[in-house]
């Protein structure tokens, strides 16, 4: 279930998950959300709508924080072009990031979703939207 394991509003993967997710699906896990409560879009769920269109615009999720363990999600679709799951990377540490590995990352992380959903049943040539 959307939402259950990893909270959209905080991890990669929930972002991605959330994004992916069909409209109706992705409306009631946002009406569920105590925007209220603390944390990255506290009292901000048009920023939070804006960030999931914008998740699958570029086809990944990215949660970084400051001094935290940073993290890169990326969908995982099914024969049907269905959301099925989300692949997360644990990025390199800041002390060591840099632009072109961060790119090189979740490269690498679009790929293996790719494949994993091409191994599902999606032709390689096709990028499922919603």
């Known amino acids: 279930t959307t939402g259950s394991l ?17 409209e109706e699906v992705r409306n009631a896990l946002l009406d569920k959300i105590d925007w209220n409560a603390p944390g990255d879009f506290q009292k901000r769920r048009p920023a939070f709508e804006e960030e999931l269109a914008s998740v699958r615009q570029r086809g990944w999720a990215s949660r970084i924080i400051p001094g935290e ?6 969908p995982l679709f099914d024969s049907r072009r269905m959301l099925f799951g989300a692949l997360g990377v644990l990025l390199p540490p800041k002390r060591i990031m840099t632009e072109e590995l961060l790119q ?18 999606v032709p390689a040539t096709e990028t499922p939207s919603e």
């Open 6 to 22: 990893h909270s959209p509003t905080s991890s990669a993967c929930g972002k991605v998950c959330a994004a992916f997710s069909k």
């Open 69 to 74: 363990v940073n993290a890169a999600g990326v």
């Open 104 to 121: 090189t990352t979740v490269e690498a992380a679009f790929s293996c979703g790719k494949l994993i959903s091409c191994a599902m049943g």
